[in-house]
């Protein structure tokens, strides 16, 4: 191969690098301005995760501390938990987003455009983890309010909140996937639901494990959310955390799980767009 | 074959095993308007998706402007445009917005993206409601605003999927004055209508589709043509005798012939004979006492032409249209 195909080959290589983040940043705005002139969308995926923080706090609060280790206090247990939903729960409207568009026939519109391939989604998800980061970041306040305080210092509870708009990006691609597969809005609504319940609630994300009873807990033990919400737990309670684990395997299983989504849901979403 | 702007030789497609397209064959120039004509189904939808990249064939080949629609779709894209048969508009961002947002994905810089975008919606009289969101915007208004999408990239190429399908007759005018001036600025239109009147109007030459196939194809005149010269059409007042006025002038011409028992209408093509077998058909008629509501020579519809190469009325397979599809339906448009 001679030098100057190998220079043009640099040349394209780094016009279709710039491309695709030029083209995504176009999208990611574009998703964002949806966002902002649809404040409802918003409005109501917050206020969802925030009854559900009063629901167990002041009605299964008193209950669930018996449950709980003496000196734990109800809340701090549950907002790890309740994170994690919360970045999960918001990551569906990826799904949701894709199905509008591609009903709508601008996806066909973007496919018969000459840009970047990748635009489309990496637009969607990273719009979709600015959102959820928005939704994260007032549920934090919520949680002050409530009375939930850090037990490990802060740079580890910044950690915890890091990690959970890691778990939401990466299931903004799982929802991507769903989104592109079914194409239609009620049809993605329906089949998330269907798809977090098992994970979310068949979780330790608002009980301890120990009250399941056995098959429930072994699915538990391998549940991710489980794995992410211990380790959260590990992040902002430090000692007082009913993990068990040690903080660096939980880190190492969480780290792993958030890969292992992106490596699966990353290529299959990037194919499925190509074909549709 | 450099010539021409769309080429295709035996475009073949299928969707399990529903047969889209059964070998298309086209031919279009540049700078003129090609109609693709054809009911609900017949292929004309997957045709353009395929011209425009967002499908591969299953079988034969296609350029548009030189290019290879499947190995050179790259650079294809840069060249074309496309106008869909639901408004590709985003709802949620003003009509500038959208506008400047194409032309970014054209990779235009911002600048001049922006100075495109106010222009071209200032020609399609969109400036007014440039700051709207596209959701307020009227039925002609979205087609319009997702025509000056397609055309912000400035393409050699422009393809409007049934362009006036759902439009009120206003719009329908301002559709088709605004294709006429895009050709005379000598851009190439391949243009998909079950409307014969609209190819009638705009297009320079049509090619009729049905299921997958191309089955005449020529300007409007030769289409004609086809049918024989001039059609006799009388129309009887008492629709109930429209058999017996059939019996009495079918035979008259060289051949074929229809009678709507709708309309109490019996065509007949008469070839070169017509002020003859005018004559005749008023004197059989006079004789058995069958009064007229109309009588005349004309030059042939497309209807007539439709009828004749089809067998069936060219609107008669129009099917409830369905949002979000294609494959799944399989024939479709």
Redesign the interface.
């Known amino acids: 191969m001679s030098a100057t195909v190998t220079a043009e080959r640099t040349v394209d290589t780094e016009r279709r690098l710039r491309?695709a983040i030029?083209?995504g940043w176009?999208?990611t705005k574009?998703n964002l301005?949806?966002y902002v002139?649809?404040p409802d969308l918003l409005v109501f995926s917050t206020i969802q995760p925030v009854m559900f923080v009063l629901l167990f706090v002041y009605v299964f609060g008193g209950a669930m501390s018996l449950a709980l280790p003496p000196g734990l206090p109800y809340v701090d247990f549950l907002m790890p938990g309740i994170f994690v939903q919360t970045a999960i729960f918001a990551a569906t409207q990826t799904g949701v987003g894709l199905a509008e568009d591609?009903?709508?026939?601008?996806v066909?519109?973007?496919?018969?455009?000459?840009?970047a391939r990748s635009?489309v989604l990496s637009g969607r998800t990273l719009a979709d983890s600015a959102a959820i980061a928005f939704q994260v970041i007032l549920m934090t306040v919520v949680a002050v309010l409530v009375g939930f305080q850090l037990h490990a210092g802060l740079p580890k509870g910044m950690l915890a909140i890091v990690g959970t708009l890691a778990v939401g990006y990466a299931f903004t691609w799982m929802f991507a996937f769903a989104g592109l597969s079914l194409?239609?809005v009620e049809a993605v609504q329906a089949a998330s639901f269907t798809l977090i319940f098992p994970f979310v609630f068949a979780s330790t994300a608002f009980v301890p494990a120990s009250t399941f009873p056995s098959w429930l807990q072994a699915w538990s033990k391998v549940n991710p959310v489980s794995i992410w919400v211990d380790t959260f737990r590990d992040l902002t309670l430090g000692a007082l955390s009913p993990g068990g684990e040690n903080l660096m395997t939980h880190l190492w299983q969480s780290t792993a799980w958030f890969l292992a989504i992106l490596a699966i849901f990353v290529p299959l979403s990037v194919r499925l767009y190509r074909r549709t | 074959m450099a010539d021409q702007m769309i080429r295709t030789e035996g475009l073949r497609k299928s969707f399990g095993d529903v047969h889209a397209l059964k070998g298309v064959d086209l031919d279009v120039e540049p700078a003129t308007v090609f109609g693709l004509l054809g009911p609900n189904g017949a292929g004309k939808t997957t045709t353009v998706r395929i011209l425009t990249t967002l499908l591969t064939p299953d079988e034969g080949q296609a350029e548009v402007a030189g290019f290879d629609v499947v190995r050179d779709a790259e650079p294809l894209r840069h060249v074309i445009g496309l106008a869909g048969q639901s408004a590709a508009v985003d709802e949620n961002l003003t009509g500038l917005e959208n506008i400047e947002m194409v032309g970014r994905l054209y990779h235009l810089p911002a600048p001049e993206a922006k100075r495109r975008a106010v222009e071209i919606m200032d020609r399609f009289e969109l400036s007014e409601a440039a700051h709207r969101t596209a959701k307020t915007y009227s039925g002609g208004m979205r087609r319009r605003l997702d025509l000056c999408a397609s055309l912000v990239g400035r393409p050699t190429v422009l393809f409007l999927d049934e362009p006036t399908t759902g439009l009120d007759p206003r719009s329908r005018i301002e559709m088709w004055d605004i294709i006429r001036e895009l050709q005379d600025e000598g851009t190439t239109i391949l243009l998909t209508t079950q409307y014969l009147d609209e190819v009638d109007r705009l297009a320079d030459r049509i090619a009729v589709i049905d299921v997958g196939k191309v089955i005449a194809e020529g300007t409007s005149d030769e289409l004609k043509t086809r049918v024989g010269g001039e059609v006799l059409a009388i129309r009887v007042a008492d629709r109930s005798r429209v058999g017996e006025a059939a019996g009495a002038v079918l035979g008259l011409g060289p051949g074929g012939g229809a009678v709507d028992n709708n309309i109490g209408e019996v065509t007949v093509p008469v070839g070169d004979q017509g002020p003859a077998i005018l004559t005749e058909a008023v004197r059989r008629l006079d004789a058995a006492g069958i009064a007229l509501a109309d009588i005349a020579l004309r030059r042939p519809t497309l209807d007539d032409v439709f009828m004749a190469l089809t067998g069936h009325a060219a609107e008669e397979a129009e099917q409830p249209k369905e949002n979000g599809k294609r494959g799944r339906r399989g024939r479709r448009g």
Request: hydrophobic letters at 35%; proline letters at 4%.
């Open positions: 491309y030029s083209d176009v999208l574009r301005i949806t002139r649809k591609l009903k709508k026939g601008l066909d519109r973007f496919r018969s455009l000459p840009m635009a194409k239609s």
